[in-house]
């Protein structure tokens, strides 16, 4: 790990990004920016927002929303000394969402036009008016504010902006840094950037406009030994940020990729890890994963409610435990955040005109509070909406999803030698690897990177085929140590799965570094 | 509403006249999707959306460009065509290229039933109502989820190949819980004809299954032997066939690869019962006319008797190993050589065992083996003297894939049938049969239900 690595994502988990404009059209696009210019010039989102609204209300909905909203992408894939694609991809719609006695009804088109806005908001109505014959539980919602409001999101360099030739020799000039390691046989690379232009119009009287940068940059070095058949691969620790293209331009990604490249070839030589009781240091790069599916998931109000049964699962928090159980240990926090700077999942207002929010889940270990929703509210017992409603597209119907969910650092100024000078049998993991968890949130299991044996306080050699399996609040209880705030970085997930149809989530975790004691490590290498 | 191939025809043909580059695929894809959720016995979510869909992806001088929309107007096809065109000429070379395919003859293949596509709200509604009506005589809970898409669309390349096609799928999943959450039950079925699809035969088994399982037993985790249902073999297993890549084995980063740049192909990895193929023109689970790159999709055995026969070279690795692109797989096939057991009489066969019907998150471990590792869910039972004793709690298993059929641990094969993984919703279909297999790795318990 560099400092400079270190300094980038202390940084980036913490500091305000200036908030950027989108600059002039370069000239390698202008021809089809110009075209969605026009295009976005053409349709009055505001008019169509009164034909779908005015249309719902005469057909007698308690409730009608209507997104207007155009998504874009780009891809760059590299492989060794060749790019495999370049693509980018745009996508343009709108979802109206009623509330007919106390049932859902959506519909959506990519047809965004004034009669397609009609019949698709009478299609939505007729959906919930069939359903509603049989409903048996109104679904009803908390009020909210009404808002009128423009938001950006907090990125420096709009990666739209970027012309395609910079981005692809970056890419190259990383598989060739990787391939100068001997024995590191193949690399690939990429970059994707997703930029998301919301509108959002509902009977509430709210008009949003929101304007969201992400990048998702990776990479993958493979190190094989042929005379034996004997391969592993290892994946970039810098994951995916709520950041624009000043990500990759700042991130030390030549040096990390050197390093994977030299820890790849290593790990292949590296001792078969020995099962057993070990106390783990996991680092930020790794502990997010075990956050976002551990803490993240379980206090989701919905699952506890049985309202994901059929797939991503119920909970273990039972709303009985709320206030009562010790989820971890007492010098941990965890924090819900929709207004952290760079954060994945960070916005202006939710998919229901919510201002984002910061609040505790779990207080000095205690299990305190749920991620909640307009629908979902009722049924918490604060009745208060955190705006968590999030749809991935403009034809997905909304739905609770996860915030940015982060452990706050220590108090102290403890450093990651601090924490690896208090154990005598151990194991540093470094970067998400394997995942695996039940429906419940109780059990799962983890791999990671790369794995260091700790020794008397000392960092040792290199392991492999490490995974951890443990129960969630036996593992979060047995954390006694808390790297400070300069330990402190952010991961995340560019594509965060739940729901049915499944929908995708870009969600941040930060942490510092962490200590837990007598963890079971099993060996994966099967025999 | 979806695109005929008349429609279709004159899309791709629009887009293929605004190329100017040296070579293009163009294709367009509609689709009319819906969904009902309920949870709780009720609904929670229902909607639906309609979509149209364009990708060019063009070479000048063998340099290549992507590029996508959903805007239908002239003025932005013409706008995508040239956005490709862009990024083809600032990009370097494509080491990869291959001219596109020109004029191909496809068997077609019968996947599309138009009530699937355009579903009815008020039988769809009735349909489910009846499943919740179930759960609640039996005293359960229930959750689950009712999806119907119809999908048609066209590719076509600038070297005259043109390739229409229409599909539909409907799935529904029911998971029946007990109220106090002590038990669970599961059953998902799929088909492309809604007609087909039996709702009330997968309440009934979620149900059942949740009923089964109250008041289960927790068993040391270890090696028990085990039955899978076919809907454990499909979580497993929908996605094995496309798994078999011929590049991955030749580079040495594969289950089938061997010490020295070898494959296993011509080996006994698997059971000689087991047979694993693909084939479009299967009338219960058709796949699609065209295979990778549009090649005539044809039916491919990729373990025959349980020796690998074939692994899956796409047209550039085809070319650099002097071999024919493989024209599949398309679909996912696993059946016995030998005439299917049937479960009772696996069950009866089986001295002490543990009797499951569906696997939860399951994660690549390590790629060398294909060790996954994953969690029972909903539905797990323990078999003595040739009967189900008790029900069990749950177990995360540690497992190789290749193990799991390797001559000796397979005993038993039943007959196959029509099932989709449950982490893919039941978008993903496969044939796949029970399996009794003697070792099954169960390395820890998980109180989770």
């Given at each position: 790990?560099?400092?400079?690595?270190?300094?980038?994502?202390?940084?980036?988990?913490?500091?305000?990004g200036v908030v950027a404009l989108p600059?002039?059209?370069?000239?390698?696009?202008?021809?089809?920016?110009?075209?969605?210019?026009?295009?976005?010039?053409?349709?009055?989102?505001?008019?169509?927002?009164?034909?779908?609204?005015?249309?719902?209300?005469?057909?007698?909905?308690?409730?009608?929303?209507?997104r207007i909203n155009r998504y874009r992408n780009e891809?760059?894939?590299?492989?060794?000394?060749?790019?495999?694609?370049?693509?980018?991809?745009q996508n343009f719609?709108?979802?109206?969402?009623?509330?007919?006695?106390?049932?859902?009804?959506?519909?959506?088109?990519?047809?965004?036009?004034?009669?397609?806005?009609?019949?698709?908001?009478?299609?939505?109505?007729?959906?919930?008016?069939?359903?509603?014959?049989?409903?048996?539980?109104?679904?009803?919602?908390?009020?909210?504010?009404?808002?009128?409001a423009t938001w950006k999101s907090a990125f420096e360099k709009d990666p739209f902006d970027?012309?395609?030739?910079?981005?692809?020799?970056?890419?190259?000039?990383?598989?060739?840094?990787?391939?100068?390691?001997?024995?590191?046989?193949?690399?690939?690379?990429?970059?994707g950037f997703a930029n998301e232009q919301k509108f959002y119009?509902?009977?509430?009287?709210?008009?949003i406009d929101q304007y969201i940068i992400r990048a998702n940059?990776?990479?993958?070095?493979?190190?094989?030994?042929?005379?034996?058949?004997?391969?592993?691969?290892?994946?970039?620790?810098?994951?995916p940020q709520g950041m624009g293209y000043e990500y990759?331009?700042?991130?030390?990604?030549?040096?990390?990729?050197?390093?994977?490249?030299?820890?790849?070839?290593?790990?292949?030589?590296?001792?078969?890890?020995?099962?057993?009781?070990?106390?783990?240091?996991?680092?930020?790069?790794?502990?997010?994963?075990?956050?976002?599916?551990?803490?993240?998931?379980?206090?989701?109000?919905?699952?506890?409610?049985?309202?994901?049964?059929?797939?991503?699962?119920?909970?273990?928090?039972?709303?009985?435990?709320?206030?009562?159980?010790?989820?971890?240990?007492?010098?941990?926090?965890?924090?819900?955040?929709r207004t952290q700077p760079v954060g994945l999942a960070t916005v202006g207002y939710d998919d229901?005109?919510?201002p984002a929010?910061?609040?505790?889940?779990?207080?000095?270990?205690?299990?305190?509070?749920?991620?909640?929703?307009?629908?979902?509210?009722?049924?918490?017992?604060?009745?208060?909406?955190?705006g968590?409603l999030h749809a991935d597209s403009w034809?997905?119907?909304s739905?609770?999803r996860?915030p940015n969910?982060?452990?706050?650092?220590?108090?102290?100024?403890?450093?990651?030698?601090?924490?690896?000078?208090?154990?005598?049998?151990?194991?540093?993991?470094?970067?998400?690897?394997?995942?695996?968890?039940?429906?419940?949130?109780?059990?799962?299991?983890?791999?990671?990177?790369?794995?260091?044996?700790?020794?008397?306080?000392?960092?040792?050699?290199?392991?492999?085929?490490?995974?951890?399996?443990?129960?969630?609040?036996?593992?979060?209880?047995?954390?006694?140590?808390?790297?400070?705030?300069?330990?402190?970085?952010?991961?995340g997930?560019f594509n965060?799965?739940?729901?049915?149809?499944?929908?995708s989530n870009a969600v941040s975790?930060?942490?510092?570094?962490?200590?837990?004691?007598?963890?079971?490590?099993?060996?994966?290498?099967?025999? | 509403?979806?695109?005929?191939?008349?429609?279709?025809?004159?899309?791709?043909?629009?887009?293929?006249?605004?190329?100017?580059?040296?070579?293009?695929?163009?294709?367009?894809?509609?689709?009319?999707?819906?969904?009902?959720?309920?949870?709780?016995?009720?609904?929670?979510?229902?909607?639906?959306?309609?979509?149209?869909?364009?990708?060019?992806?063009?070479?000048?001088?063998?340099?290549?460009?992507?590029?996508?929309?959903?805007?239908?107007?002239?003025?932005?096809?013409?706008?995508?065509?040239?956005?490709?065109?862009?990024?083809?000429?600032?990009?370097?070379?494509?080491?990869?290229?291959?001219?596109?395919?020109?004029?191909?003859?496809?068997?077609?293949?019968?996947?599309?039933?138009?009530?699937?596509?355009?579903?009815?709200?008020?039988?769809?509604?009735?349909?489910?109502?009846?499943?919740?009506?179930?759960?609640?005589?039996?005293?359960?809970?229930?959750?689950?989820?009712?999806?119907?898409?119809?999908?048609?669309?066209?590719?076509?390349?600038?070297?005259?190949?043109?390739?229409?096609?229409?599909?539909?799928?409907?799935?529904?999943?029911?998971?029946?819980?007990?109220?106090?959450?002590?038990?669970?039950?599961?059953?998902?079925?799929?088909?492309?004809?809604?007609?087909?699809?039996?709702?009330?035969?997968?309440?009934?088994?979620?149900?059942?299954?949740?009923?089964?399982?109250?008041?289960?037993?927790?068993?040391?985790?270890?090696?028990?032997?085990?039955?899978?249902?076919?809907?454990?073999?499909?979580?497993?297993?929908?996605?094995?066939?496309?798994?078999?890549?011929?590049?991955?084995?030749?580079?040495?980063?594969?289950?089938?690869?061997?010490?020295?740049?070898?494959?296993?192909?011509?080996?006994?990895?698997?059971?000689?019962?087991?047979?694993?193929?693909?084939?479009?023109?299967?009338?219960?689970?058709?796949?699609?006319?065209?295979?990778?790159?549009?090649?005539?999709?044809?039916?491919?055995?990729?373990?025959?008797?349980?020796?690998?026969?074939?692994?899956?070279?796409?047209?550039?690795?085809?070319?650099?190993?002097?071999?024919?692109?493989?024209?599949?797989?398309?679909?996912?096939?696993?059946?016995?050589?030998?005439?299917?057991?049937?479960?009772?009489?696996?069950?009866?066969?089986?001295?002490?065992?543990?009797?499951?019907?569906?696997?939860?998150?399951?994660?690549?471990?390590?790629?060398?083996?294909?060790?996954?590792?994953?969690?029972?869910?909903?539905?797990?039972?323990?078999?003595?003297?040739?009967?189900?004793?008790?029900?069990?709690?749950?177990?995360?298993?540690?497992?190789?894939?290749?193990?799991?059929?390797?001559?000796?641990?397979?005993?038993?094969?039943?007959?196959?049938?029509?099932?989709?993984?449950?982490?893919?919703?039941?978008?993903?279909?496969?044939?796949?049969?029970?399996?009794?297999?003697?070792?099954?790795?169960?390395?820890?318990?998980?109180?989770?239900?």
């Amino acid at each position: 790990m560099t400092t400079s690595r270190r300094d980038f994502i202390k940084t980036a988990g913490i500091a305000a990004g200036v908030v950027a404009l989108p600059s002039a059209l370069p000239a390698w696009i202008s021809e089809v920016d110009a075209v969605e210019a026009a295009t976005a010039a053409a349709v009055d989102k505001n008019a169509l927002a009164d034909i779908a609204l005015n249309t719902a209300r005469r057909l007698g909905v308690t409730y009608a929303d209507i997104r207007i909203n155009r998504y874009r992408n780009e891809q760059i894939s590299t492989r060794e000394k060749q790019v495999q694609n370049v693509s980018r991809s745009q996508n343009f719609g709108f979802g109206v969402r009623v509330l007919f006695k106390g049932t859902w009804g959506f519909a959506s088109s990519r047809d965004v036009t004034p009669a397609e806005v009609r019949r698709i908001t009478r299609q939505a109505v007729d959906i919930a008016r069939a359903n509603s014959v049989y409903q048996r539980k109104r679904i009803t919602m908390v009020p909210t504010p009404r808002i009128v409001a423009t938001w950006k999101s907090a990125f420096e360099k709009d990666p739209f902006d970027v012309g395609i030739d910079d981005k692809i020799q970056l890419l190259l000039k990383l598989n060739e840094r990787a391939l100068k390691t001997n024995g590191v046989s193949f690399v690939s690379s990429s970059m994707g950037f997703a930029n998301e232009q919301k509108f959002y119009a509902s009977t509430d009287g709210s008009r949003i406009d929101q304007y969201i940068i992400r990048a998702n940059p990776q990479f993958s070095v493979t190190a094989t030994n042929r005379s034996t058949g004997d391969f592993l691969a290892l994946n970039s620790l810098g994951g995916p940020q709520g950041m624009g293209y000043e990500y990759m331009e700042k991130y030390p990604w030549l040096s990390e990729i050197e390093q994977a490249g030299e820890n790849a070839v290593a790990k292949l030589k590296a001792k078969s890890v020995e099962p057993g009781k070990y106390d783990l240091v996991l680092h930020p790069s790794h502990l997010w994963l075990t956050i976002h599916e551990s803490v993240g998931h379980p206090t989701e109000l919905d699952r506890s409610l049985w309202w994901e049964a059929d797939y991503a699962g119920t909970s273990f928090l039972t709303r009985d435990k709320l206030g009562k159980l010790q989820f971890a240990s007492k010098i941990m926090n965890f924090v819900a955040d929709r207004t952290q700077p760079v954060g994945l999942a960070t916005v202006g207002y939710d998919d229901e005109g919510v201002p984002a929010q910061r609040w505790h889940l779990i207080k000095d270990g205690v299990f305190v509070d749920w991620q909640t929703t307009r629908d979902l509210a009722n049924m918490s017992p604060n009745k208060k909406s955190y705006g968590c409603l999030h749809a991935d597209s403009w034809g997905s119907i909304s739905f609770p999803r996860m915030p940015n969910v982060s452990l706050q650092p220590g108090k102290e100024n403890t450093s990651l030698n601090d924490l690896v000078a208090g154990v005598e049998k151990g194991i540093l993991i470094h970067g998400d690897g394997s995942y695996s968890i039940d429906q419940q949130r109780y059990n799962f299991q983890f791999g990671g990177q790369t794995f260091h044996e700790i020794k008397n306080g000392k960092i040792g050699p290199m392991l492999r085929d490490v995974a951890y399996q443990s129960r969630t609040t036996d593992f979060w209880n047995s954390c006694d140590g808390l790297g400070g705030p300069a330990t402190y970085e952010v991961g995340g997930s560019f594509n965060d799965g739940k729901g049915e149809p499944g929908q995708s989530n870009a969600v941040s975790h930060g942490c510092p570094v962490a200590r837990f004691r007598g963890v079971n490590v099993l060996n994966t290498a099967a025999k | 509403m979806l695109l005929t191939e008349k429609d279709a025809r004159e899309i791709t043909d629009k887009l293929l006249s605004y190329v100017k580059a040296d070579d293009a695929t163009v294709n367009v894809g509609s689709e009319n999707y819906s969904h009902l959720r309920f949870a709780a016995n009720s609904f929670t979510t229902s909607g639906a959306r309609e979509n149209t869909t364009i990708g060019v992806t063009v070479w000048i001088d063998k340099k290549r460009g992507s590029s996508s929309t959903n805007e239908m107007d002239d003025e932005s096809l013409r706008a995508t065509v040239a956005q490709a065109e862009q990024l083809a000429r600032i990009s370097p070379v494509d080491r990869e290229y291959l001219p596109t395919l020109g004029p191909q003859t496809y068997r077609p293949v019968n996947g599309y039933a138009e009530g699937t596509s355009n579903i009815s709200l008020q039988n769809r509604a009735r349909a489910i109502n009846d499943v919740i009506a179930g759960c609640e005589k039996a005293g359960v809970i229930g959750a689950g989820f009712h999806q119907a898409r119809g999908s048609a669309g066209a590719s076509a390349t600038k070297n005259g190949n043109f390739n229409y096609a229409r599909s539909s799928l409907v799935s529904l999943s029911t998971t029946a819980r007990t109220p106090d959450g002590t038990s669970s039950g599961y059953f998902l079925r799929n088909h492309f004809d809604v007609a087909k699809l039996d709702s009330k035969r997968v309440a009934r088994e979620a149900i059942r299954k949740a009923l089964d399982s109250r008041q289960p037993k927790t068993l040391p985790p270890g090696t028990y032997p085990a039955i899978l249902e076919p809907q454990a073999v499909a979580d497993l297993l929908s996605g094995f066939a496309f798994g078999f890549d011929a590049r991955n084995a030749d580079e040495g980063r594969s289950p089938f690869s061997l010490p020295g740049g070898k494959t296993k192909v011509g080996q006994q990895i698997f059971d000689e019962r087991i047979n694993i193929y693909s084939d479009p023109w299967n009338p219960e689970l058709p796949g699609s006319q065209a295979a990778q790159g549009g090649i005539p999709a044809e039916k491919i055995y990729l373990v025959r008797n349980g020796v690998l026969e074939n692994l899956i070279y796409s047209r550039f690795w085809a070319k650099q190993k002097d071999k024919q692109p493989t024209p599949g797989p398309v679909n996912n096939i696993m059946e016995s050589s030998r005439p299917a057991s049937a479960l009772e009489d696996m069950i009866k066969a089986t001295d002490r065992g543990i009797l499951l019907g569906r696997f939860w998150y399951i994660r690549g471990v390590d790629p060398r083996t294909a060790l996954q590792t994953g969690l029972t869910r909903d539905g797990i039972w323990y078999i003595e003297n040739g009967k189900i004793k008790h029900p069990v709690t749950n177990f995360r298993f540690n497992q190789s894939l290749i193990q799991l059929l390797a001559p000796g641990n397979v005993e038993m094969i039943g007959a196959s049938e029509r099932v989709g993984s449950s982490e893919a919703q039941g978008g993903s279909s496969a044939l796949l049969p029970a399996l009794k297999v003697k070792e099954f790795h169960f390395t820890s318990a998980s109180e989770a239900v």
